[in-house]
T-cell receptor, first 112, second 115 residues
């Protein structure tokens, strides 16, 4: 079963706008990660935030984590057409190499 | 360097056929994971190896699914007597044990269609 839910399920924006995607999860976590998946391709790791962190930045990406609400958000600033993809959050319950539990994903379309 | 590779990329099987899906992890990655991704859904965990040891197979949906990694490198996911509900993309991921952050590197997947 899937751990959480991303919302919205689909998001369509104009190039240059910001895109915000949210993820909620059910159980306690060790880390939360965001992955991107282009159509017909594998997943690419974007960013990881640990359970004791509240915010993290990487280039145009900003991730927040609220463990009290069991939720995270991914913000992509100044979006580009190349950002068009599905975005998934994934959690793991313990440290080390453990299986990831993914949400259902947000399909982002950036229109040029 | 080379990433995770999977073969075949696409597989069409008639219901009842057996299929074998291959995963070549990144060299030196000790951990290997298999996930199943249905259309429009996120990946769901199937099974996990550390070297040749299968540490967790709790996600395998039935005893028709079998995975192995005999030499701790290449892994094969076998599905016997395929059913239409087995149609999905099968993703393989590897990671380097010892990393606390558990970043996993994914292959492109094998899209299985069972007719």
């Amino acid at each position: 079963s899937q751990q959480g839910e991303e919302d919205p399920q689909a998001l369509s924006i104009q190039e240059g706008e910001n895109a915000t995607m949210n993820c909620s999860y059910k159980t306690s976590i060790n880390n939360l990660q965001w992955y991107r998946q282009n159509s017909g391709r594998g997943l690419v790791h974007l960013i990881l935030i640990r359970s004791n962190e509240r915010e993290k930045h990487s280039g145009r990406l900003r991730v927040t984590l609220d463990t009290s609400k069991k939720s995270s958000s991914l913000l992509i600033t100044a979006s580009r057409a190349a950002d068009t993809a599905s975005y998934f959050c994934a959690t793991d319950a313990s440290s080390g190499n453990t299986p990831l539990v993914f949400g259902k994903g947000t399909r982002l379309s950036v229109i040029a | 360097g080379a990433g995770v590779s999977q073969s075949p990329r696409y597989k069409v099987a008639k219901r009842g056929q057996d299929v074998a899906l291959r995963c070549d992890p990144i060299s030196g990655h000790v951990s290997l994971f298999w996930y199943q991704q249905a259309l429009g859904q996120g990946p769901e965990f199937l099974t996990y190896f550390q070297n040749e040891a299968q540490l967790d197979k709790s996600g395998l949906p039935s005893d028709r699914f079998f995975a192995e990694r005999p030499e701790g490198s290449v892994s094969t996911l076998k599905i016997q007597r395929t059913q239409q509900e087995d149609s999905a993309v099968y993703l393989c991921a590897s990671s380097f044990v010892g990393l606390v952050n558990n970043e996993q590197f994914f292959g492109p997947g094998t899209r299985l269609t069972v007719l």
